[in-house]
């Protein structure tokens, strides 16, 4: 498998997903904080930007959500 450097990381998952780049780079630093075990900048938990939400998503381990990421709502099924 294809090591891709963090810079790159954060252009794939915006291609793969359709997300903004800044969900995409939010979501990659959250990762790595939490991988890291650091404590997240607070202005981060509470943001309601692309970037912040992107952040909580990779911080908090959560699947990635079309709806937040990509800033529109969830496809109705009819």
Same mark, same amino acid.
């Given at each position: 498998? &294809?090591?891709?450097a963090? !810079? %790159?990381? +954060?252009?794939?998952?915006?291609?793969? /997903?359709?997300? =903004?780049? $800044? #969900?995409? !780079?939010g /979501?990659?630093? @959250? %990762?790595t /904080?939490? !991988? &890291? *075990? !650091?404590? $997240?900048?607070?202005?981060?938990?509470? @943001?309601?930007d692309d970037y #912040? %939400?992107?952040?909580? *998503?990779? /911080?908090f381990? &959560?699947p $990635?959500s %079309?709806?937040?990421? +990509? @800033?529109g709502p $969830?496809?109705q =099924? @009819?």
């Open positions: 498998m &294809r090591v891709i963090f !810079k %790159e990381k +954060s252009q794939v998952l915006a291609a793969h /997903y359709g997300w =903004s780049l $800044p #969900s995409a !780079k /979501y990659v630093d @959250g %990762e /904080y939490r !991988k &890291r *075990a !650091k404590t $997240p900048p607070v202005r981060v938990l509470v @943001g309601i #912040s %939400e992107g952040f909580r *998503a990779g /911080y381990h &959560r $990635p %079309e709806q937040i990421l +990509s @800033g $969830p496809a =099924s @009819g």
